[in-house]
Structures are given as C-alpha cells and as structure tokens.
C-alpha cells in the first residue's frame, strides 16, 4: 500500500511539470518558427486574441464585453494556467496544455493543429511580451504524498476549505456563491466583474479537474483574478494539498469515483 503511494507520488511530481509527452515535435525557439506561428496565429487566434495580441480581436466582443474574462492580452506576460509560482511567466508545457486542451466556455482546444504547429504558434504567443526574452519559468515542485480517498482525508479537506475560507468566495457548498461573490466585490486585473467558480461543476474547471490539476491550481494560484496561490500554506504538511483537492472533488456528483 505504502510503496503505491510512494509510487504514484512520484509520477505525480513529474506531472505537475511536464504534463505532455510532446518533446519530440517541439522547434526551436527562432525567428522561421516564429513566422511559421504567425501564419497560424492570424488564421486562428487573432479573432479573439487582436493582431497584436492584445485580447481585441473581433470575436472577443460576443464573449461579453464589460464580463471577465476577456481574450487574454499576452502583452502584460500575466497568466492563468501555469505550473510556476504566482508572478512567473507559464512554461512552455503550460501553454503546450492549454493550446491543447482548451479553456472551457471560453476557447476551443486545437488539438487539431499537429504538435509542430501548437509549438510554432505558442512560440509567437511568446514573442508579444519581452518577458519570455530573460526570464526562465521553473514550475513548483508538487508537495507531499498523495492521500488515499477516504473519510480521514475528506474531513481534512473540508477543515482545510474552512480554515483557508475558500467559502468566502466558493460558498459553503462549493456553488461559487460566497458573500464576496454576492456583494459583486470579485474582479480581474482589467476591473471586470468575475464569477467565483462553482465547484460543483468540474468539467468547467479551466486549469482542469483532475487531482494534479486542482493542486497546481491551488499552488499556483489563478494570477490576475481573485483566486490566490495557496504555496506558502500547503507545503506546511505533505498531505494538505491531496485533501484539498479530495474535498474539492466530493463537492460534486460528476467526480464520483
Ligand atoms: C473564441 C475565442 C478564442 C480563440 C479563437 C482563441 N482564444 Fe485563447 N483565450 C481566449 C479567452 C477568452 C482567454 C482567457 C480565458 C480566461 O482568462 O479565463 C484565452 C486565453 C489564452 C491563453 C492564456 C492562458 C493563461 O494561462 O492565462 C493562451 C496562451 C491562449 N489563449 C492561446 C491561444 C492560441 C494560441 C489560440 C489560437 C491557436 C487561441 N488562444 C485562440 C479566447 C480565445
Ligand atoms: C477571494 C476569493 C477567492 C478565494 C478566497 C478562493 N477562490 Fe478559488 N477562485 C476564485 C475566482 C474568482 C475563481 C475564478 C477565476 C477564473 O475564472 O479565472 C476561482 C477559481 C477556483 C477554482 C477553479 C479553477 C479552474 O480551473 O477554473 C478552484 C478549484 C478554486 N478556485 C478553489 C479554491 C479553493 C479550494 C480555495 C481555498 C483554498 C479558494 N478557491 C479560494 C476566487 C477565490
């Protein structure tokens, strides 16, 4: 049983990193690449995205105008979906993962697009903020040893949920209708009005629901909207964030085992 875990733990510290398998295709980093992604980009990016990239392309306006969140503006080098600590640029793999997968209700996974091409484009995505020119991400290492799913953990992540007042926001049931989410106080970085997630509903989780992906999130933090990085206060003990993201799991009937 012991040795399971140790086991799975350490495949899951790999994950949290390196979520695809995707090395092979990957071009380099250079100017032809970036032409290659610009070409990709302006046929299937820029309606949301805006020729420069700053989240104004025509598209974009049906997503809601005066409601967060906008096409992401990838000029401001501000990202959502990272394995990296709040602040930092995404690594490569998390930009890999979201191309690939989608953002659900937001945008579409182009996992149609051959692995060469996602490559060439996030490398053009790049190029819109001069922050990739001299920083280098390093995602968080994934804390602890994964957690049997059980009553003990279950108990563990709700004392977790109310001690981190995630209610606040979340609502005692998960169903995204805390008092700061019904004073209307929650906004992004732009000012825009946002909605905390209903966390009954795990298929509309962004940064994914598996987990490994409810853990990222919770490290990581969601940077440019209310939902903070929990990494200072989940490394303190090595099963904190597998409760957590149990407890978070439980909330809805969609993720029974
Ligand atoms: C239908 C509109 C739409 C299209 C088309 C679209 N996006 Fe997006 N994209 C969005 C929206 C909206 C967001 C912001 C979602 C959020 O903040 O929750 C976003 C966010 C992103 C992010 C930021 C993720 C993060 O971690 O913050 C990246 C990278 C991205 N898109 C890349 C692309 C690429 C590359 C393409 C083309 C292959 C593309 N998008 C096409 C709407 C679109
Ligand atoms: C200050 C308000 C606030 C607090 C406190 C907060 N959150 Fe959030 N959380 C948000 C908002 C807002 C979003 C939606 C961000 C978005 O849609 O881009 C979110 C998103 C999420 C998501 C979904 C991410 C996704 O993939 O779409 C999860 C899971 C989550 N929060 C869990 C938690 C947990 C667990 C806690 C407590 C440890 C917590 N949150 C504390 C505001 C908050």
Request: net charge neutral; with cysteine.
């Amino acid at each position: 049983m012991r040795r399971h875990h140790l086991a799975s733990a350490v495949v899951l510290i790999l994950m949290l990193g390196a979520s695809s398998p995707a090395h092979a295709a990957k071009p380099d980093d250079n100017p032809a690449t970036q032409a290659q992604g610009k070409v990709i980009f302006d046929r299937t990016c820029l309606w949301c995205h805006g020729v420069t990239g700053t989240g104004d392309g025509p598209a974009g306006r049906f997503l809601g105008r005066y409601a967060a969140p906008r096409p992401r503006n990838f000029t401001t080098g501000s990202f959502k979906f990272r394995s990296t600590p709040s602040g930092d640029l995404p690594t490569d793999q998390d930009l890999f993962r979201t191309v690939t997968k989608g953002i659900p209700g937001y945008m579409p996974g182009f996992a149609s697009l051959t692995e060469t091409e996602r490559w060439q484009v996030i490398t053009y995505v790049k190029s819109f903020s001069p922050a990739f020119l001299v920083e280098t991400p390093v995602s968080l290492p994934l804390t602890g040893t994964a957690t049997p799913l059980g009553p003990e953990s279950l108990d563990r992540g709700r004392a977790l949920y109310e001690r981190f007042e995630c209610h606040t926001c979340h609502g005692v049931e998960g169903w995204g209708d805390g008092p700061v989410a019904q004073a209307g106080d929650l906004r992004d970085v732009s000012g825009l009005q946002i909605q905390a997630t209903d966390l009954t509903r795990p298929s509309s989780f962004k940064n994914g629901a598996t987990l490994q992906d409810l853990i990222r999130t919770l490290l990581t933090g969601l940077d440019g909207t209310p939902m903070p990085s929990y990494a200072s206060r989940l490394t303190g003990t090595d099963h904190d964030g597998w409760d957590l993201a149990h407890y978070i799991r439980s909330l809805s009937a969609e993720s029974a085992p």
